[in-house]
C-alpha cells in the first residue's frame, strides 16, 4: 500500500493486485465519464446553436427591409395633364394620369436622356407606385394643382437592393440588374441629396404587390387575423366542452376510450391531412368559398382541437377532488358543481393551452395551401369571406419570388411572424405563472 | 345572405325575451315563495330561452345548408328536357350559367329564353324561401317557447331539463374529434377509390415510375402518366433517415445531459431554448433550408469536389433534423425523469459512474418510453410539408444518394393540389390517395407509439 498508482508488480498480496486493477480501471472509467458529459454538453450546444443561427440568418437578412429607398421629385402638378377642363371632379382627379407627371419630371431631370430604351430604364429607377403617392395627395388637397409638389416617393426595388449592398456595382454589365448609365443616374441622385432610406410605411400598409417595394404584409396580416378568429371563436368553446365532457362526465366505456385514442391519435395527424379535408369537405362538399380566412379557421380548428382538448383535461385534473365534494356535499348539481366551482379554477390552464394551440394555427402553413389560401391577392381582406392569404402563406410566396427585393422581405415578414409567436408563448407563460396554484 | 345574421339576432332577442318572462313566471306561480319551486328560477328561464332558441337554430341551419342543392334541384327540373340530357357535367355548367345569372355575374356565351326562364324562376324560388325561412323559424321559436312556457309549475324540473341539454351539447362538442376522423377517412378514401378505379393499386404501391402529367390531347409525348409512388417513397424515407440521424443523437443526448447532469440553472434556460425549436414554424425552416443550408452545402460539396444538387436531399432532411431534436429531446426527458430515483440510487450504491448509471441502468429502463418518442418523431417527419416543399426537388428520383434531389409524399401531393385542378383527372386524385397512404402510416406509427408509451408509464406509477 506504499504506492497505490503503480502498475502491479511481481510478489504483491492478490488485494494488492486487485486494487491496483480497479485503479487502472478507474482511469479509464473517468475518461468514459468525461466523455459521455462531454458529449452531452456537445448535444445541447449544438441544438443550441443551430437556434443561434437560424435567428442570426433570418434578422441578419431582413433587418434591412424595415428601411427603403425613397427618392425626393419635386413634381410640377400641372393642371393641363390632371385636369384639363378645371372641373375639380373627384373622379376627373382620380383617373388622372399621374405616372405621365412622374415621367415628365424624370426627363426634365435628366434632359440628356433619350431614345425609348434609356427614358424606359430611367422610369424604371422609380417605383410604379409613385403615380398613386401623388395622386393620394392631390386628392387629399386640391389645391395643391399648378404647385410644385416636393415628395418623397419609393425607389424601384432594384435601386433599394443596390443602395443596400446587395446588388454588385462591378461585374460584366450584361449580367447586371442596373445598368452603367442607370449607375450615373443614381449616383447622381444620390449626390443631389434626393435619395435617402426611411422607414419602410408601405410594407406594413399594403397589401400583396408584383413590385417588391410596393408589397407589404398587411393583407396578409389581416387574413391571418381573421383565419384565427374564425379559429380561436370555434375551437375554444368546442375544446372546453369537450375536455369537460370526456374529464367529469364521460362514463368509462368502450366509446370514450375510443374518443380518447382518437384525440389522441388527431394531435399527431401531419397537418396537410387536414388540408385536404378541408378541401374535400369544406370547399368541395359545402361549396363554402375558396381562399376564405373561413375554410382556413375551420381547418385550423379541427386541427387544433386535439391541443386545446389535452390541455383542458389536463387543467381539469389538476383541480382537486375536495372542490367538487366540497360543492356537491352543500347540494350542488353535478352540473352546478361543474360550472361555479371547478371550470373557473381550471379556466387559466385551458387559457394557456388555447393560446399555445393558436400560436401554432398561427405558424401553420400546409393546409392552407391545400384551401386556395396561396393566390395572388392584392387586396387586403375585408372579412371573413373575402379571398386572403396568411402571414405564413406569404413567407413561403414571396421565398419562391426569385427578385432578391423578397429575400429581405421574406426575412422581415418571418421577423414579425415570430414576434407575434413570442409574444403569444410569453402570454401563456405568464397567464400560467400568474394563475400557477399549488393546492 | 344578409338576412341570416338579423334572422339570428332576431332569435336571440327572443330567446332573452323568453328567459325573463320564464324566470317572472315561475316567480308568478311559486307566489313569491321561491322554495316552493324545484329549481331556482333563473333554470326556469333558461328553460324557456333554450327551448325558444335552439329548435329555431337548428332549423335555420339545416335550411340554409339545403336550400341551395333544392332550389337547383327544382329549377333543374323545369329545364327543357334537351338540357337536361346533356349529362352531369355539361348540366353543372348550365346551372353554373343559371347561378350566375341570378347574381348579375357575366354569363359564358347568350341566355337563350329557357334560360333566363330557369333564372327567373329560381330569383322567385329564393326570395319564397327566404321568407318561409324567416317564417318558419319564428313559429318554430315561439311555438317550442310557448310549450316550455307552459310547463313552468313548481314542481316541474327545469334545472334537470337544462342540464340533460347542456350534457348534450357538451356529448355533441367532444363528437366533433370522431366526425374530423371520419371526415378526413372518408375525404381520403373516397377521392382514392375513385384514384384506384383508373389506375390499379399494385401499380401505385410498387411502381417504379412517377409522372403524374396526364395529356391535354392523346397524341402527346410522354401522355400516359405514371403513377408509381415507389420513389416517392424513398425519397420520403431518405429525408427521415437523414432528420433522424441528426435528431435522435442530438436529442437523446441533451436529454441525458439536461436530466442526469446539468445544473438547475442550465436546464431552467436551456430545455426552454432548445423547446423554441419546435415552436418555429416549419415555414421558416423552409426558408432557412432553401436559402441557407442549401446554397452552403452546394458549396462546401463543390469544394471538396462532389456534385451536389441545389435541392439536394441532404439539406432538407439536416434542417428537418434540427426541427426535430425538440421532439426527441422533450419526449425522452419526460421518460427520463420517469424512472424511479432508487434505479439511480441503487446503481450509484454500487459505485457506478454517472455514465454507467446512465448507459446501462437509465437508458435500458427507459427505452421503451424512448422507443415511442422516436416513433412520434418519425411520424412527425414523414408528414412535414414545408420544409420539403422548400427546400427538396420535385422530380421523382430513385435513389439513396443523399447529395442528389428527391421528392416526398407531401411535396407531391402539394404540387398535384396547388393551382387549377379538375376533381375528375386521376393527377388531382391522385394526391388524396398520397394522403391516405401518409394518414395510415402516420396512424399505425402514432398509434404503435402512444401504445408503447402509455404501458411504459404504466410499469412504473
Known sequence: MTNPTSPAAPGQSRGERNFARVQAGMKKRRAAETRFRLYGMIAVGLGLSFLLVLMFSIVSKGYSAFLQTYVRLDVPLLEEVIDPEQTRQLDTLRSADYGALV??????????????????????????????????????????IG???????????????????????????????????????????NAEGRLEKRFNVAFFSNGDSRDPELSGIRGALMGTIFTLIVTLSLSFPLGVAAAVYLEEFAPKNRWTDLIEVNINNLAAVP?????????????NFFELPRSAPLVGGLVLTLMTLPTIIIAGRAALKSVPPSIREAALGIGASPMQAMLYHVLPLALPGMLTGTIIGMAQALGETAPLLMIGMVAFIADVPQG???????????????????????????????????????LMNTVAVLLRKRFEQRW | MTQTPILVLLLLALSSAAFYFGRKRAFQVAGGQIRKLHSLPGYYGLYVAIWAALPALLVLGVWLSMEGSLI??????????SVQDLGPDKLNLVVNDIRNLVV???????????????????????????????????????????????????????????????MYVLIACSLVAILTTVGIVLSVLFESIRFFRAVPVSEFLFGLDWSPQIAMRADQAGSSGAFGAVPLFAGTLLITLIAMIIAVPIGLMSAFYLAEYASRRVRAIAKPLLEVLAGIPTVVYGFFA?????????????????????????????????????????????????????LRDGAYGMGATRSETVRQVIFPAALPGIVGAILLAVSRAIGETMI??????????????????????????????????????????????????????????????????????????
Open chain 2, 104 to 166: 348579375g355575374n357575366i354569363v359564358s356565351g347568350t341566355p337563350d329564353a329557357a334560360m333566363q326562364a330557369a333564372a327567373d324562376r329560381y330569383r322567385e324560388l329564393q326570395s319564397i324561401s327566404k321568407l318561409a325561412l324567416f317564417g318558419v323559424t319564428l313559429a318554430v321559436a315561439a311555438i317550442a317557447g310557448w310549450l316550455a312556457f307552459s310547463r313552468i309549475a313548481p314542481h316541474h324540473r327545469a334545472r334537470n331539463g337544462v342540464e340533460r341539454i347542456v
Open chain 2, 72 to 81: 337547383t334541384q327544382m329549377v333543374v327540373s323545369t329545364l327543357p328536357a
Open chain 1, 271 to 283: 397537418s396537410i391531412v387536414f388540408g385536404l379535408l378541408g378541401l374535400a369537405v369544406f370547399i
Open chain 1, 384 to 422: 371573413i369571406f373575402d379571398p386572403s392569404t396568411a402571414l405564413p402563406v406569404q413567407i413561403y410566396l414571396w421565398a419562391d419570388s426569385p427578385e432578391r427585393a423578397y429575400v429581405e422581405r421574406t426575412s422581415a415578414a418571418i421577423m414579425i411572424l415570430l414576434a407575434f409567436l413570442a
Open chain 1, 147 to 189: 404647385t410644385t409638389l416636393s415628395i418623397w416617393v419609393a425607389a424601384d426595388d432594384d435601386v433599394d437592393m443596390l443602395l443596400k449592398g446587395h446588388i454588385e456595382r462591378t461585374g460584366p454589365e450584361a449580367d447586371r440588374r442596373i445598368k452603367d448609365n442607370q449607375l450615373a443616374w443614381i449616383d447622381k441622385l
Open chain 2, 388 to 461: 420539403v416543399v422548400m427546400a427538396a426537388g420535385l422530380a421523382a428520383n430513385l435513389t439513396a444518394n443523399p447529395l442528389e434531389a428527391v421528392t416526398t409524399v407531401t411535396v407531391q401531393i402539394v404540387t398535384l393540389l396547388v393551382g387549377d385542378q379538375e376533381f375528375d383527372s386521376p393527377k388531382t386524385l391522385a394526391a388524396f390517395a398520397l394522403g391516405l397512404m401518409l394518414f395510415l402510416v402516420t396512424l399505425v406509427l402514432n398509434v404503435l407509439a402512444l401504445h408503447i408509451v402509455r404501458k411504459y408509464r404504466e410499469q412504473y406509477d
Open chain 2, 290 to 342: 432553401a436559402l441557407t443550408v442549401a446554397p452552403f452545402i452546394r458549396d462546401s460539396g463543390s469544394i471538396l469536389g462532389l456534385d451536389v444538387a441545389s435541392e439536394s436531399a441532404l439539406a432538407a432532411g439536416l434542417v428537418m433534423g434540427v426541427m426535430i431534436i425538440p421532439f426527441v429531446s422533450s419526449l425522452s426527458d419526460d421518460v427520463i425523469n420517469a424512472v424511479p430515483q432508487s
Open chain 1, 103 to 144: 415621367k415628365q419630371n424624370l426627363r426634365d431631370m435628366f434632359p440628356e436622356v433619350t431614345g425609348r430604351r434609356d427614358k424606359f430604364a430611367l422610369y424604371n429607377l422609380v417605383s410604379n407606385g409613385a403615380g398613386f403617392d401623388i395622386r393620394d395627395r392631390v386628392l387629399a388637397n386640391p389645391d395643391l
